[in-house]
C-alpha cells in the first residue's frame, strides 16, 4: 500500500500525544488511530509540524511512527521524517516503511533561500531515503519561511520520480494550485496528488481549484471528509454551508503557537486522548481559552451536531 500520485481523500494529520510527564501515551496513540479510521480517514500523517517531532529523540520518533503504522490497518500512514541531517532522515524513513507506512514527508529546512538551494536539498534528500520510498513535497512557507514557486515545485517533482504527492499549505496559495494544474494540461508536470493544510483554512475554494483532498490536524476530521466528499460531487452550497460552520473554529486553531493547544484540548474533550499535554517547551491553554473554545463549540454543534461536546472528561485508560 505504497503511496501513489493517485492518493485522494483525507490524510489526518495527528498530534503525538503525550502524559502530563512528557512521556509518550501510546494508549492515546491506538484510541487516535482508531477514532480516524472509525470517521472514514483514508490516510493519517505522523510526526509532522503538529506532530511536535523535533522534540522527540530519535528512538522516540522511531517508537511512535511504528505505532500509529502497526494500528492503522487499511488506512495508509505517511511519516513525517524531516530533520538536519539526512542520516536520521534516512534511518526514520527505512523503519517506517519496514513497519509498513506508506511513504515519508519532507519538509524544507529554514535556511534555503534560492531557486537552486531549494531543488539541490530535495534531490540530495531523495537521493538519502532511496528512490524506492514514495515522499510527500511539504509546502509550508508560513512556518517554515521557504519560498517555493510552481516552477521549483515542478523541478522538484519531475526530478524524482518517487516525489507522488504536495502537501500544499501556501497561503494565499490558490493560484498555485490552478498553476500546478495547468502545467499538467500542458505536460510540463508529470501527475502528483496535490493533498491542503494549513488548518483547513481555505478547503473549500482549494478542492474547487483541483486539490485532492486534504492533509492538515483540524480536531474534526469529520468535516474535512465531509467537505471533500460534498466538493467532489460537485454539491458546492452544502460544502460551503458546512464549512462555513466550522471556520470560526477553524480560525481561532490557526493562532501561532496556540493552535495546537487548541487542537490538543477538543481532542481531549472528545474523549480520544487522555491528556491536551504539550512536551516542553510548549504552550499550555488557559482557563479563559478552554472557555472559547467551548463557546466556539456550541456555536459549531448548532449546524454540526457531532460539536455537541459534553463536559471534559479524561479518556479511559
Known amino acids: 500500500m505504497k503511496l501513489t500520485a493517485q492518493a485522494a481523500g483525507t ?7 503525550f502524559h502530563e510527564d512528557g512521556r509518550i501515551d501510546e494508549k492515546s496513540i491506538d484510541r487516535l488511530t482508531d477514532f480516524y479510521a472509525e470517521v472514514g480517514c483514508d490516510g493519517v500523517t505522523v510526526l509532522g509540524i503538529l506532530g511536535e517531532a523535533p522534540k522527540l529523540d530519535a528512538a522516540e520518533a522511531e517508537q511512535v511512527a511504528v505505532r500509529f503504522v502497526k494500528r492503522a490497518k487499511n488506512m495508509q500512514i505517511i511519516v513525517g521524517v524531516s530533520a538536519p541531517g539526512f542520516a536520521s532522515m534516512r534511518s526514520l524513513a ?11 514527508m519532507i519538509a524544507p529546512p529554514p535556511h534555503l533561500r534560492t531557486d537552486d538551494q531549494i531543488t539541490g536539498y530535495f534531490k540530495q534528500a531523495q537521493e538519502a531515503i532511496g528512490e524506492d520510498i514514495p515522499w510527500v513535497l511539504q509546502d509550508y512557507p508560513l512556518t517554515l519561511n521557504v519560498i517555493f514557486t510552481p516552477a521549483v515545485i515542478r523541478k522538484i517533482v519531475m526530478d524524482s520520480p518517487s516525489c507522488v504527492m504536495l502537501k500544499h499549505e501556501d497561503w494565499p496559495g490558490l493560484e498555485k494550485i490552478t498553476t500546478l494544474r495547468n502545467f499538467q494540461k500542458d505536460g510540463s508536470l508529470k501527475p502528483m496528488s496535490i493533498l491542503v493544510g494549513n488548518g483547513g ?7 474547487e481549484r483541483g486539490a485532492d483532498g486534504a492533509m492538515t490536524g483540524y480536531a474534526f476530521p469529520e468535516l474535512l471528509i465531509d467537505v471533500v466528499k460534498l466538493s467532489k460531487a460537485g454539491k458546492r452550497d452544502a460544502a460551503h454551508d458546512l464549512f462555513d460552520a466550522h471556520l470560526p473554529l477553524i480560525r481561532y486553531e490557526q493562532q501561532p503557537g496556540a493552535g495546537l493547544s487548541v487542537r490538543k484540548y477538543v481532542l481531549q474533550k472528545r474523549g480520544i486522548i487522555s491528556s491536551s499535554a504539550q512536551r516542553k517547551p510548549g504552550a499550555t491553554i488557559t482557563a479563559t481559552a478552554k472557555a472559547e473554545v467551548d463557546y466556539l463549540l456550541s456555536r459549531v454543534a448548532r449546524v454540526d451536531r457531532r460539536a455537541n461536546l459534553q463536559p471534559q472528561s479524561s479518556a479511559a485508560g
Open 11 to 17: 490524510f489526518a494529520i495527528a498530534p503525538t500525544p
Open 201 to 207: 483554512l481555505f478547503l473549500d475554494f482549494e478542492m
Open 94 to 104: 527505512k523503519a517506517s516503511m519496514d513497519a509498513g507506512a506508506a511513504g515519508v
